[in-house]
């Protein structure tokens, strides 16, 4: 029978650990909103009613999911198209579909996700600055803005110690402008200790810079700003492809993403994985851990440990122990993630 700990003591029971890593999962927004973020894939989530059938077929012609991949080939397609005998009603389809897809784009993400910081609670704020206070470091597979409202959310900014790297870019400083958006760079991310490891929707990458979104600067609600950075042929820096293997295609050849999984293969002492059920499509995460420096990892369980979706969690957190090569034995506890009130819930 698994031993299943309170949040509180197995926050006692890592004490021991100069230092405490806290990894997220859709887990951590559903406590939060669960009519909300029940969502998988985007392309899940899309609704095609009402396109072209070849908008769709794209994807499965391409094999992929991935919506900025697709409407990136569409738009060069259509420029290619007269050279390669296509007609120019051809052309003009290419570019419609390509149009169509970007807003369906939107229209998925802004179903998913609250308008505005306002939509949570001040107590909520609270309670979840309480709970990320207890971490030195937190990485998260979410790409919704929670954790990042959750940080512009704190009366003292000193209460949680969070830095997701992004500044005022070197440019702005030297002419005296102030931006929409302020920039990642890494040799300016030393004293990061927040990451979104699959992207996020306030992300964007501009071809020559990593750009964040800002409420504070612009005052433009998510879903504004998303449409406007879309019409420019910006997409969020979002991994929304199935597999391991494809997400980690997508990490490598990004310097923000791939900055974000050297950083997680380095950690060391104790790790806690909240909201997370140690899926196969995150196992290029999940295999650092066994080959990484971790100590012990103290992961979450919701509801009843022996459900068959509990049991699975345990089975693959167990096998990291076994899988464990080095001299640095790995430690494994579970907790009971409801007990952590994350959201004062």
């Known amino acids: ?69 697709v409407i990136k080939l569409l738009r060069d397609s259509s420029k290619l198209a007269l050279l390669y005998g296509l007609s120019g009603e051809q052309a003009t389809s290419m570019r419609r579909d390509a149009d169509a897809l970007k807003n369906l784009l939107v229209e998925t993400i802004a179903v998913s996700h609250p308008e505005s910081p306002s939509q949570i609670e001040d107590a909520e704020y609270e309670a ?25 959310h704190q009366k003292n900014p000193l209460d949680v110690k969070s830095d997701d790297g992004f500044r005022t870019s070197s440019e702005d400083i030297e002419t005296g ?12 991310s030393h004293d990061q200790n927040m990451w979104f490891l699959h992207g996020a929707l306030h992300v964007f990458d501009s071809g020559t810079e990593v750009q964040k979104y800002t409420w504070s600067r612009t005052g433009v609600r998510l879903i504004e700003q998303i449409r406007e950075a879309l019409n420019k042929n910006l997409f969020p820096l979002f991994v929304a492809e199935g597999t391991s293997a494809e997400k980690f295609e997508h990490i490598r050849h990004s310097d923000y993403l791939a900055k974000a999984y050297r950083s997680f293969q ?40 022996n459900s068959a979706a509990n049991r699975e969690i345990i089975q693959r957190a167990n096998a990291m122990q076994t899988a464990r090569r080095s001299k640095r034995q790995l430690a494994v506890s579970f907790f009971d993630s409801a007990s952590a009130r994350v959201w004062g819930k």
């Open 128 to 152: 979840c600055q309480k709970f990320l206070a207890h971490f030195d470091t937190t990485y998260t597979f979410n790409y919704d803005l929670l954790l990042y409202w959750t940080k512009l």
């Open 1 to 69: 029978m698994t031993n299943v700990l309170s949040f509180h003591d197995a926050i006692k029971a890592s004490a021991s650990y100069s230092k405490r890593h806290l990894l997220l999962g859709n887990g951590f927004s559903i406590s939060c909103r669960p009519d909300i973020f029940q969502y998988g894939k985007l392309f899940e989530q899309a609704n095609f009613l009402g396109l072209t059938a070849s908008a769709k077929l794209a994807f499965e012609a391409l094999k992929t999911t991935d919506f900025e991949h």
């Open 266 to 305: 380095v950690i060391q002492h104790c790790l806690f994985i909240y909201g997370h059920s140690l899926a196969k499509n995150d196992e290029h995460y999940l295999k650092e851990i066994e080959r990484g420096k971790l100590s012990h990892i103290f992961v979450g369980l919701f509801g009843d440990p």
């Open 177 to 188: 402008i102030t931006s929409d958006y302020v920039v990642w760079e890494s040799g300016q």
